[in-house]
């Protein structure tokens, strides 16, 4: 017995222009900030040196965009509300976009949910306003104007009352639209920004002048924080038509969440799977775990090798050549980082000396009481025998020994602990964590070693058969002659098989069926994998662990002084091989101030 109901032909019916506008709007706008992403990319694209952006109740209530552009003559007012209408593009060519829009999508979405203003005048021309709401279009009528747009969007989503469940509190909806306006403002240095909430403002960059790595230094510092500036490694490098610009922070800089991470391709801010992915991949070995990067990256490109036209929030980007750009970020990032060689985070310093602060019951003593000359004779007692202890502290000093003048980690004065390195420079002390600096110079050591003479192979006596789709064999078998530098030989077996021959020789045991599947779960995420780089540097770094100084080993003037000379010499030096530092630095005046000196 059939219990369905009887089949009715479909009626195809042509979507009245309101509700096309509608659904458009729910893959542009998903929220304000996505709003004033629009807004003010349009500002840009016209332009503008200066953008006020206001809003009220996190951008539900109102939010205004004003911008010093070329702004527009009347008769285009019509246009910038019809869909599909662009002064941006022409057409003819849908990669060549050298433009932030070119849909022309954003303002008659933004007009179908909301009630939109514009107020625009174009240098030399008449001001003139246009208004829509809910997608019923007033006609254009004069207005006073300076010159530029003036853009205002009251009562999102008043048209879709659904969509409003779905938005955040207000001060979760202010902070998405500051990080917006921050994200924008440091890929513009040269024009200036604020932003108000409910009358207050919270956010400033003002134009910066200079050439443009100097501006966008200063606007990151501004928009960023010093600290990432002070402790952030400059990027510059530039392979078969892409360039690379932007800084990269310090591995003890690190964060507990991506929330540092900015990366913009031609001035795009974007959120792409391959760039993240090999900006981790940059940072492998010298991360702890659940640490991540801050870093503030720049590509720049032919907009012929890049497609930014892929989803209508222009948020991910797709590259001719994926690999170039991802081997152009990642060699970069670890030239970079090596070059620091033993530099540590600022902020590791300044962590410490903030352990070192009294205890406000301490300083509250210290201020109120004020002891006589009388009573500090008698506290010190200078007749009462010394005091002694059950057993030798474990701290000695040593006697000067020679140390370079130029040398950045000073000279080694004493050992406490039998780990911990004292050592005095021109402007401060300098503590080291003996072991964990000499572990990361055994571990560079032997990475070093690996290198010149490649990864030791050990050929299976049986191959391993692993049976995969055809999709997947064919993704693995592409990468053959990485995972073969790797010390991993494959082969094509017959239908979607691969045979394993020969396994890296440090890697005793090993799940071949597991560690394929992730490479190949790597691949199809971003096209890449370091899964395998990534146990062989496990293995070196615990070899390096086990051949390093053991806390508790007391060490010469001569041995001290030459681990911190090594230090001064080695790549990565400032971070062991599980991210942490491996050195502090206190300076002299911070020291005194401890003291009140």
Known sequence: ???????????????????????????????????????????????????????????????????????????????????????????????????????????????????????????????AMIAVAGGKVTPVRPSAANPGTVVELRDLFFATPARLKFLRGDRAETMAVAECVRRLAMAEPFVGFTLSADGKEIFRADAEQGELFDALQIRLSRVMGRDFID?????????????????????????????????????????????????????????????????????ACDPQLVDVNVHPAKAEVRFRDPQGARGLLVSALRHGLAGAGHRASTTVGDATLAAFRTEPAARAYQMDYRPSATAIRASLDLQAPAMGFAEAPSARAEDPVAVPAEAPLGAARAQIHENYIIAQTDDGLVIVDAHAAHERLVYERLKAQAAATGIARQALLIPEILDLSDADAARILAVAEDLADLGLVIEPFGGGAIAVRETPAMLAKLDLSALIRDILDDLADQGASDRLRGRLDAVLSSMACHGSVRSGRRMTAEEMNALLRDMERTPKSGQCNHGRPTWVKLRLADIERLFGR
């Not at 500002?43 to 503008?48: I, P």
């Not at 006020?52 to 527009?72: F, N, Q, S, T, Y």
């Not at 800084?247 to 031609?266: E, I, K, M, W």
């Open 1 to 127: 017995m059939n219990t369905h109901a009887p089949h009715i032909r479909p009626v195809i019916r042509q979507l009245d222009e309101a509700t096309a506008n509608r659904i458009a709007a729910g893959e542009v706008v998903e929220r304000p900030a996505s709003a004033v992403k629009e807004l003010v990319e349009n500002a840009l694209d016209a332009g503008a040196r200066r953008i006020d952006i206001a809003i009220e109740d996190g951008g539900k209530r109102l939010i205004r965009v004003c911008d010093d552009g070329c702004g527009m003559m009347p008769d285009d007012l019509p246009l910038a509300l019809s869909r599909h209408a662009t002064s941006k593009i022409d057409g003819t060519d849908l990669l060549a976009i050298r433009s932030f829009g070119f849909r022309g999508e954003a303002l008659p979405s933004l007009g179908a949910v909301g009630r939109l203003t514009i107020t625009s005048r174009a240098r030399g021309g008449e001001g």
């Open 231 to 299: 402790n952030a490694i400059p990027m510059d490098a530039e392979r078969d038509g892409l360039r690379l610009s932007g800084f990269a922070a310090l591995p003890t800089y690190s964060r507990g969440a991506a929330v540092a991470q900015h990366l913009y391709v031609n001035g795009r801010a974007v959120r792409d799977k391959l760039l993240t992915g090999a900006l981790r991949a940059g940072y492998m070995d010298v991360l702890a775990q659940g640490r991540h990067p801050a870093a503030v990256l720049y590509l």
